[in-house]
């Protein structure tokens, strides 16, 4: 869905593969608006406010500046999937380059936004964090230093140390691996346009952002975007993981030895 008044599209992507921070980078950018989560479950609160006033507030007025879609008011008919269709379009219909955070989880609850991205021939940004292991530990740290986001500048976190457990870890990473898998299918079977971004690429050089800028064509200053999100987990992964020994261990016989380096 791409016009004069700018691209429509969905980022497609999972927990913790960094895109708040990729969704905050777009909407960073010129003519282009980019909101975070709009099919979250109604009964889970907004990261259970794991971050400070400051943060929450910077959220809440730049990334989730839309409401959420059982929060909004439709008119017309409100049962699904009618009133997802309505919410897509009314969003959809709002000036610019627009766009929002699909997680793989969303598709599960709301299916028929996938057929709505289908019919549309929606561009869609599949973000991809490659380390699987980082995923992990990432999440785990988010409850280790009850912080899940942090802007530039604040107060750095205490994040300590956690500990994995070598046997789910292994399924996990696979679980991890084969819905990107699943999603990357998806995106085949049904032919949309698509590119896909690593997240380890894009924090590595800013300017690998220039792919995504052209694929949504959006106009943006010769600087590399930025993000006032600031990076949580900072660290060796020998540093980081408590029982590394054990860990390494268990993933040097798998396929997932590489991503110890």
């Known amino acids: 869905m ?7 599209f969905v980022v497609l992507t999972a927990q913790r593969s960094g895109s708040t921070w990729f969704i905050d980078i777009l909407n960073n950018c010129a003519d282009a608006t980019a909101y975070t989560e709009l099919f979250l479950p109604r009964k889970k609160p907004r990261d259970q406010r794991l971050m400070s006033w400051k943060t929450a507030e910077y959220l809440d007025k730049n990334l989730r500046a839309y409401p959420l879609f059982w929060e909004a008011p439709l008119s017309g008919l409100t049962m699904r999937p009618f009133s997802v269709v309505t919410y897509l379009n009314e969003l959809y219909r709002r000036p610019g ?4 955070k699909l997680m793989y989880s969303n598709l599960l609850l709301y299916p028929e936004v996938w057929a709505y991205i289908a019919l549309h021939r929606l561009p869609v940004v599949h973000l991809v964090r490659r380390n699987h292991l980082d995923v992990v530990i990432s999440e785990q740290m988010r409850w280790t230093s009850q912080t899940v986001h942090r802007l530039v500048g604040e107060p750095e976190v205490a994040q300590g140390q956690v500990e994995l457990n070598p046997t789910d870890l292994v399924k996990l990473m696979r679980r991890l691996r084969r819905n990107i898998n699943v999603a990357r299918l998806l995106l085949h079977v049904c032919k949309l346009p698509h ?7 894009l924090a590595q050089d800013p300017h690998n952002f220039d792919v995504v800028c052209e694929f949504l064509s959006i106009n943006r200053e010769r600087r590399a975007p930025q993000s006032k999100l600031a990076k949580l987990v900072k ?13 390494r261990s268990a993933l040097m016989a798998t396929e997932f030895a590489s991503l110890l380096d």
């Open 97 to 100: 380059t627009v766009g929002f």
């Open 235 to 247: 660290g060796n992964r020998s540093e980081i993981i408590r029982n590394y020994d054990e860990v």
């Open 2 to 8: 791409t016009n004069s008044c700018g691209t429509k």
């Open 195 to 201: 590119i896909e971004v690593a997240y380890e690429a």
